[in-house]
């Protein structure tokens, strides 16, 4: 995962990989297909590491949880300088075009993380902490998406900024008490 | 810039290049210093094609001036059937890390084009038809990032309902008469 992360998809070779695991070349092509079956399995660890699941643990406030969650999943970025941003939205943007399958997973797993941010909303709409003006899915899928742009901007930049506008966009106004 | 939007700037060699502009392949290297210079070459016609100066033309009121600006540069990713996204943000993406003098170039770019949302934003709380409660330099910040994962995501679901979902929060929510 941490070749892929660094250097891109197309920015590293089966050698790179198999050199990052000390394995011989050969023993790579008994186990994968190619390198994107290889990617998607990077993938998966990594969706697993960060289960957008922990965000209907509802013993902490539905906002709050939110927020939570988003700082976490930005200490792991700023530790890293900022390199390699948001692991499935780097590599979406570099090969969805080009590899269907992969594709056809990128919006599982996107779907999967807005539903998740979908159901924290309505959970907060419903006991009055969020507006329920706004339709939760489309709210919670423009704030993935907004996040993902975020990663991007900080890969750019390697500062704060894009995580405090976020922060203030989203928590001070989005999701406003009252907002 | 073709070759590069489409293939990526690890996905494409040189000599794609060269082929795609019929030119002779030791030509390329009396022009350019490298890849990186091409791909920055490339990135300036596409910045010159998609200005965001057009945003500074007061003869339209400013959030529907935002709001055409931001609909005209979906209807070219949508022509592409969403592939290749915001060419900025797929090139960004893909080399920042690794490729320090563009990325200062990347840096710049940024800032020009959320500067004049931010200008336009200004303008529009001074004029009462946004609330000026928010900072509108972070506002302009934010705006772009969430475009840029919204074109990422679009990337990805190659459909418009992450553009209608931009549509929704931003000109429905975040710059809605007295938001």
């Given amino acids: 995962m941490e070749v892929f992360w660094s250097a891109g998809f197309n920015g590293c070779s089966v050698q790179d990989l198999t050199d990052a695991a000390h394995v011989p070349k050969g023993s790579f092509y008994n186990h994968f297909d190619g390198k994107e079956a290889l990617a998607l399995e990077a993938l998966a660890t990594y969706a697993a590491q960060n289960d957008p699941r922990a965000l209907l643990d509802t013993s902490v406030e539905p906002v709050e949880r939110l927020r939570r969650d988003f700082r976490k999943r ?19 943007s570099e090969i969805a075009d080009s590899h269907e399958g992969a594709r056809a997973e990128f919006v599982r797993y996107y779907q999967r993380w807005s539903e998740a941010i979908a159901a924290v909303i309505a959970e907060a709409q419903a006991n009055g902490t969020v507006a329920a003006t706004a339709d939760p ?33 989203v928590f001070g106004g989005l999701l406003a008490p009252g907002a």
Same sequence: chains 1, 2.
């Fill in 74 to 92: 930005w200490k792991i970025v700023k530790e890293r300088g900022y390199k390699g941003g948001c692991f499935l939205g780097s590599l979406s």
């Fill in 137 to 169: 899915q489309a709210l919670g899928r423009f704030v993935l998406n907004a996040w993902q742009g975020t990663l991007l901007r900080a890969k750019t930049h390697r500062g704060e900024e894009p995580f405090k506008d976020f922060q203030a966009v």
